[in-house]
């Protein structure tokens, strides 16, 4: 059969899930097996579908709406946030540029036909880190508010509104005057609130998501000739502190997950990669590296520390699907020939699926690098990445959130001071501390606090780790064991395979919190359910 002849959405959506479920099975992120398909289908000949690139840009839409939704106004007023970029930006675009000229002298390959304007536009293209790529590994791991997390959003924010200023010089389109009219949203502001503390927990909430990200976000941004992702990214920004954001966001991570794989898709389908392609590509490929170790540079020296300052830095070694609108802009001028887009496709892509594995294990490889990474941390550090200090606490309870609070509310009840809790979203903590609760900034997945545990501390003698991602509850167990911690150990598992994994990792208990919520019910409820039966009783005849 002519693959050109088969149907374009119900082949690819079979194909991603192919590929993504072997991706999965061989311990790499599905959306390696979701890029591996578009490229697969675009050398079988299959034509784009424009259907596709529609789904493709409303999972951007909803993916910087959830972002913004997460975004405090202090995370870019943050030096390391909005200096580092520039500096970085400023820095990449010159070397890259320098050496793209350099090769475009020696006449290699496609570098041949570069221009100074072209060398300078897609040096300026790869200057950029892959907003979906971060978000996903950051969401995969529940790491979106800790410091490397938010420390890397910001980063890819500013690098966006570059991008934006870029867009609109080269395109020499000026916005409609109707623009400054968009101010008056921050007037909507209560009556979004309002709305939103109205519409109940149904179908309704990720219904009102949608409307406020599509419609009132992406939707008046291109009215009046703004680009509709930033719009969206706005309104997510101006409801963050509601205090329903956080379930708006959940409720549509299904959609926008659904959607993104549309957006790998189609940067596959973008062209067909010849063996020229490919190896330019892979030249542009390796100096990825160099990208991500000026990141960490750069962190250090705003006063991360090396693990911080690692973990933002894997996060963020990647190219970003914006170098394609921005090559497309430079294409449209003149500056750039159209095999620099497929170029810039393929070397997105090959970031993607390289970036994945490091991104898997960034543990790990802190553990093994640490010695030598805390060369180039500074002696003062940055005032939400100190070191810990447990003090004479003796049950410690790690991750913070609702399952981790009530544990800690019961600990802290019978046991008294003695009870810490230990939160790596620096957000939460300062409400926890404002509540009332002994809470600190940290991260259980941190091998630097371990060695600090086993080497000062010997009070500890329970912990507790109730953090969302069970990777680092994985890595947590394997940390302590391999202490000199000889308490008690238990942890907390979404799934009864992952409860598992963590008693065969050393942990001494694991429970499974849905079916373990049940039992927790009834417990709770015991002695009024043996009242009310002992009373029927005497009334019986």
């Not at 697969?40 to 709406?65: N, R, W």
């Not at 970029?85 to 390959?109: M, P, Q, R, Y």
């Not at 036909?113 to 791991?141: C, H, I, N, P, Y």
């Not at 990777?471 to 979404?494: C, D, H, M, P």
């Amino acid at each position: 059969m002519d693959a050109t002849a088969l149907p374009t959405v119900p082949i690819s959506i079979a194909l991603a899930f192919a590929l993504g479920f072997i991706a999965r099975l061989l311990g790499l992120p599905p959306l390696a097996g979701f890029l591996l398909a578009g490229f697969t289908l675009s050398a079988l000949g299959v034509a784009p579908d424009p259907a596709i690139k529609e789904i493709a840009d409303a999972g951007i839409v909803l993916l910087l709406f959830t972002i913004g939704l997460k975004l405090k106004v202090g995370t870019f007023a943050r030096p390391e946030v909005w200096a580092g970029t520039s500096i970085h930006t400023f820095v990449t675009t010159a070397g890259l540029t320098g050496v793209l000229l350099l090769l475009a002298n020696a006449e290699v390959g496609l570098f041949a036909d570069l221009g100074w304007q072209g060398a300078l536009m897609l040096a300026f293209a790869l200057s950029f880190s892959s907003t979906v790529f971060t978000v996903k590994v950051l969401e995969g791991r529940g790491e979106m508010g800790t410091l490397h997390g938010r420390s890397a959003i910001g980063i890819l924010i500013i690098q966006d509104i570059f991008a934006v200023i870029f867009l609109t010089a080269a395109t020499a389109k000026i916005p409609s005057p109707w623009a400054f009219a968009l101010f008056g949203l921050i007037f909507l502001k209560p009556v979004l609130g309002r709305l939103l503390d109205r519409v109940g927990h149904g179908e309704l909430v990720p219904l009102f998501g949608l409307f406020a990200a599509v419609v009132l976000g992406a939707g008046t941004f291109e009215l009046v000739g703004l680009k509709p992702d930033l719009g969206a990214l706005v309104l997510g920004a101006m409801m963050a502190s509601h205090k329903r954001a956080t379930e708006v966001a959940n409720s549509i991570f299904g959609f926008k997950e659904i959607l993104l794989v549309a957006f790998f898709l189609d940067i596959g389908l973008s062209g067909t990669p010849t063996l020229s392609h490919l190896a330019v590509a892979m030249v542009l490929v390796v100096l990825v590296p160099a990208k991500s170790a000026l990141f960490f540079a750069l962190l250090t020296r705003f006063k991360l520390r090396a693990r911080s300052a690692l973990l933002a830095s894997l996060n963020l070694a990647t190219y970003s699907e914006f170098g394609l609108i921005v090559s497309a802009v430079a294409v449209s001028n003149g500056w750039l020939n159209n095999d620099w887009m497929v170029v810039i496709a393929i070397a997105l892509s090959i970031s993607y699926l390289l970036s994945a594995p490091t991104n898997a294990v960034p543990y790990k490889i802190y553990a093994r690098l640490h010695k030598i990474l805390l060369k180039f941390e500074r002696t003062e550090h940055h005032p939400n990445d100190q070191p810990l200090v447990l003090g004479n606490a003796t049950i410690a309870v790690f991750g913070m959130g609702r399952v981790g609070t009530g544990a800690y509310d019961y600990l802290r009840e019978r046991y008294g001071s003695v009870v810490i809790g230990i939160e790596s979203n620096a957000e939460k903590v300062r409400k926890h501390q404002e509540e009332g609760r002994h809470v600190i900034l940290g991260d259980a997945a941190d091998s630097d606090f371990w060695e600090r545990v086993n080497r000062v501390s010997r009070n500890l003698k329970v912990v507790l780790l109730a953090m969302p991602e069970h990777r680092a509850n994985i890595y947590a167990v394997q940390q302590i064991k391999s202490g000199e911690f000889n308490g008690f150990l238990a942890a907390l598992a979404k799934f009864p395979d992952h409860a598992e994994s963590l008693r065969a990792a050393g942990a001494d208990a694991a429970f499974n919190m849905y079916a373990e919520a049940g039992v927790g019910l009834a417990a709770s409820v015991d002695e009024d359910i043996s009242a009310l039966m002992s009373l029927e009783q005497t009334k019986a005849p």
